[in-house]
């Protein structure tokens, strides 16, 4: 589905996966008739835009396929090299190596490291056990504080997160946020160069979500 | 520190409008359910339920446009309920801007449209709401059965297997409400809902019966929930979402304020 103008300068990549609508309505809010918002799946209206987000719901096997079978793969590896980019859960967790998930997918390989499990029985330091998926309101920790794309956001904010995979990178200085979830450290942002991504929904995040997303339209990497 | 428990207000809705009945007979308006989602959102409600409980079909267009209205307006997840019968339901629903949908009747006359549903929008927009009542007597084992229709027809399902069923078929959250609770603002059945959320790994949010803001600590602290949802002590000004916030953080429960 297209949405928006013709060549709008921030485009959500449509590969067939899930509900961009909440991401549309949260980036035009924030753009305040500034920039323009689009749903594409044009490799053309995508290598136009000033901008992309790759967003990202349900199975990794799923939206691995899709993506290759809409084939927009080349664009995506092309925006990535090229142009801001944010990925938003299951669309940060694609820019990993592979995922355990579905007994174990390749991903598109941008940043290094896994995308894993919390496992079954996950318990936190009391020995309760905590539910999978992890689905609410988390506290996130930035590591990288002074980041453009995190900017006026004080540590510990709230983001409302939904997956039962996490992203464990390699890089410790790709870590732009960390997230605790009972033992499990999770990386709930990465960020090199000018790409981004970020496990939890933005768009979904109240204040603190649309003030990233704004400061994602203001980032100048 | 980590993940807070929820605070879900819920608009019932019918023909447009928000309601809250008591025990689903005497309802009272509370409203336009784009202000009262809008409200909310404003006060710092961690998601909002929409059932539209319209009876008839032809009303449930109104249902798709209020839900986009909402979702333009508001940036927290917002479940849809009520009518959610088929994939194509599902679809309309999370293009309309739903982020998750709500399953209730459709998941007992069957079953594998949770699996379905699960394996193409994926687990975590798939809600499945459990109505269950008590049906054990004084002096018996607890034991709660499966209700449909607004609670007036038994299924014979043991509510606590049903909700590990649901999960295994793909459900990524169960909603689960006690029918003889619910409106009568006399707190949750603390006895289902601990049953059933220490049974299943996926979030429980319970529901049904919130009278005040003790039963809400309750609904966590002895039932074992990860949400809870309330309707007409929010409606009706009894109280506020900060308040409740507030009140549940001061006993030691992990919110967002």
């Not at chain 1, 609508?21 to 594409?40: D, F, N, P, W, Y």
């Not at chain 2, 019968?85 to 982020?99: S, V």
Request: with cysteine; net charge negative.
């Amino acid at each position: 589905m297209d949405k928006g103008p013709a060549r709008p300068d921030v485009v959500i990549i449509d590969y067939g996966m899930g509900n961009l609508h909440s991401a549309h309505k949260a980036l035009e809010k924030v753009a305040a008739g500034q920039k323009t918002v689009g749903i594409s799946s044009d490799p053309e209206v995508i290598r136009q835009a000033e901008r992309v987000i790759l967003p990202g719901v349900g199975a990794i096997r799923d939206c691995m396929a899709e993506m290759h079978a809409t084939g927009l793969v080349p664009i995506i590896r092309e925006s990535l090299a090229n142009k801001p980019f944010l990925g938003i859960c299951v669309g940060f967790q694609a820019l990993m190596q592979s995922s355990e998930e579905n007994g174990g997918i390749d991903c598109l390989g941008h940043f290094p490291g896994q995308v894993k499990f919390f496992g079954d029985n996950l318990q936190d330091q009391e020995g309760q056990r905590l539910k999978v998926p992890h689905m609410g309101w988390s506290q996130v920790s930035p590591v990288m504080t002074d980041h453009p794309v995190w900017k006026d956001l004080p540590a510990g904010e709230r983001f409302y997160f939904v997956h039962s995979y996490y992203v464990e990178g390699q890089k410790e200085d790709q870590l732009l946020a960390s997230c605790d979830y009972g033992p499990v450290r999770m990386h709930a942002a990465l960020a090199e160069d000018n790409v981004a991504a970020v496990q939890f929904h933005p768009e979904k995040s109240a204040q603190a979500g649309l003030k990233l997303l704004e400061n994602f339209l203001n980032w100048k990497p | 520190m980590g993940l807070a428990k929820r605070i879900i207000p819920c608009l019932d809705v019918d023909k447009g409008r928000v309601v809250k009945g008591v025990n689903f007979v005497g309802i009272r308006d509370a409203g336009n359910p784009v202000e009262v989602a809008k409200r909310y959102n404003d006060q710092g409600a961690d998601e909002i339920t929409f059932l539209d409980i319209t009876a008839s079909h032809e009303d449930r267009g109104t249902t798709v446009e209020m839900v986009e209205e909402i979702a333009g307006q508001v940036f927290i997840p917002l479940t849809v309920g009520g009518g959610i019968r088929n994939c194509d339901n599902i679809r309309t629903m999370l293009n309309a801007g739903a982020d998750k949908v709500s399953i209730n009747t459709a998941a007992v006359t069957n079953p594998e449209f949770v699996r379905e549903a699960a394996e193409r929008f994926g687990s975590q927009c798939i809600v499945v709401a459990i109505d269950a009542k008590k049906v054990s007597g004084e002096g018996e084992p607890d034991r709660w059965e499966i209700f449909t229709h607004g609670g007036r027809k038994p299924t014979g399902l043991d509510a606590v297997e049903w909700a590990i069923k649901m999960v295994e078929l793909g459900a990524g959250e169960l909603l689960l409400t006690s029918m003889d609770r619910d409106g009568t603002k006399n707190g949750f059945d603390l006895g289902v809902t601990r049953a059933i959320s220490d049974a299943v790994a996926v979030p429980v949010i319970a529901s049904g019966g919130v009278g005040e803001l003790q039963h809400l600590v309750d609904g966590i602290q002895q039932g074992h929930a990860d949400a809870v949802l309330a309707a007409s002590i929010f409606h009706f000004g009894t109280y506020s979402i900060p308040e409740a916030k507030k009140f549940m953080a001061d006993q030691g429960i992990e919110m967002r304020l």
